[in-house]
């Protein structure tokens, strides 16, 4: 299973609006060095590298923001989610605005570039060690089951389009490409005026989210009958990439979010500490996840 980290093979770019701020941004993708990982640069404050690591994790109410020295990049988690599932490891994403895109294009950018082999072996995280955390009946919890990383989630919406769906997809470049990457992030119309009076949900439309009222689905047709919960663990890998390597075993999420895959990645990291792998800098992970 073990394979050679990647790049870009040339720099690509794309242009969207920013899902919070409503803002149009563009995003240009440029090749890295082994070892670099997955690094943004805001054009206005250039001399800012936020990598994309959990110690910059800050703030997750309805998506997931890095910061570094008072410079924050918003709505990381579906770029980040793309670059995991097809298997990029290096890459700069320099932004001209404070957030990603909203997009589920970043999968066909990528493919466009192409892909370099470098000369180094991909990191990976191999816990001997269970890891779970859990809260009112929701939970995401690990078991050192690989090779290669299976994930399970299961949602439970009280909603007659929603309502209970679970999905079981292993977490590969060809199964990501097609079942994960077009499933499209989710809201409720009741609760679009709230989001936007607190300056969130600014650039969500119906062109690029599916929205629900009460009865149905007011965006046209789902992609997927089940696109809720793909797209649940579209957001899940997101928030894994941050822990910079690839894993091994099976993680089954129940009714999660942002906030608790954070958590559960700080705890997994702090987890791997303990057990002597030192590739993930577990000394934040663990003050962070002992809270
Ligand atoms: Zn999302």
Redesign the pocket.
């Known amino acids: 299973m073990l394979r050679t980290q990647t790049t870009l093979k040339t720099s690509v770019s794309i242009e969207g609006v920013g899902l919070h701020s409503g803002h149009p941004v563009r995003a240009s993708f440029r090749p890295a060095p082994a070892g670099h990982g997955i690094v943004f640069r805001r054009l206005d404050r250039p001399e800012t590298e936020i990598p994309a690591r959990v110690e910059s994790a800050s703030t997750f109410d309805y998506a997931t923001t890095l910061s570094r020295d008072g410079v924050s990049v918003g709505t990381v ?2 770029v980040l989610s793309a670059a995991f599932g097809e298997g990029l490891d290096n890459c700069v994403i320099e932004l001209d605005g404070p957030e990603v895109p909203i997009l589920d294009g970043f999968v066909r950018l990528f493919h466009a570039a192409g892909f370099e082999r470098l000369d180094a072996p991909v990191r990976s995280l191999s816990s001997s060690e269970p890891v779970r955390v859990s809260r009112d009946g929701r939970s995401v919890s690990f078991q050192p089951d690989g090779p290669g990383l299976t994930i399970t989630y299961e949602i439970d919406f009280p909603h007659p389009v929603v309502g209970r769906q679970e999905l079981t997809v292993a977490i590969r470049p060809e199964e990501y490409s097609t079942r994960i990457a077009p499933a499209r ?1 989710f809201g409720f119309a009741k609760d679009v005026e709230a989001m936007r009076a607190r300056g969130l949900a600014r650039g969500g439309s119906l062109h690029n989210a599916v929205v629900l009222d009460d009865a149905g689905v007011l965006s046209g047709p789902l992609r997927f009958r089940d696109e809720f919960v793909r ?1 649940k663990v ?2 899940l890998v997101g928030d894994l990439a941050l822990l910079g390597v690839a894993l091994n075993g099976h993680i089954h999420a129940r009714k999660a979010g942002h906030a608790m895959h954070i958590e559960f990645a700080r705890a997994l990291a702090a987890s791997v500490e303990t057990h002597g792998v030192r590739d993930v800098p577990a000394e934040s992970a663990r003050r962070r996840a002992s809270r």
């Open positions: 988690e579906h992030t797209h579209l957001d």
